[in-house]
């Protein structure tokens, strides 16, 4: 079965920091490359960090050095570090997988980001 499923999600206070995981099963994981992306109520989704079969990554410019995209192809998992965590920032999550070499693209069911004081 294809399938992503994030992780990690939750409530922090401004400023604050977490860490979304994505676990990728059904797929050949290094082929693929995967992104974040966030959707807020009344919002379009957007992307926000994406990292390719070689490890080069790529971010949206509203979290360009407090969020950090990494995956472990070994364990079929991308992360994705939050720092410095804004009221904006709220929105929920989205894991992405898109074939390199072909068309195919999966979506996670999404994990809730909420940050307030």
């Known amino acids: 079965q294809v399938q992503l499923v994030e992780s990690g999600g939750g409530l922090v206070q401004p400023g604050g920091s977490l860490r979304l995981s994505c676990a990728a099963s059904?797929?050949?994981?290094?082929?693929?490359?995967m992104g974040w992306y966030r959707q807020a109520p009344g919002e379009q989704r957007e992307r926000v960090a994406s990292?390719?079969?070689?490890?080069?990554?790529t971010y949206a410019d509203f979290v360009k050095g407090r969020f950090t995209i990494s995956r472990d192809n070994a364990e079929s998992t991308v992360s994705l570090q939050m720092n410095g965590l804004k009221p904006e920032d709220a929105a929920v999550y989205y894991c992405?997988?898109?074939?390199?070499?072909?068309?195919?693209?999966?979506w996670g069911q999404g994990t809730q980001v909420t940050v307030s004081s």
């Open positions: 990292i390719d079969i070689g490890g080069g990554t």
């Open positions: 992405n997988a898109r074939a390199k070499f072909f068309v195919h693209e999966v």
């Open positions: 059904g797929i050949s994981f290094s082929i693929y490359n």
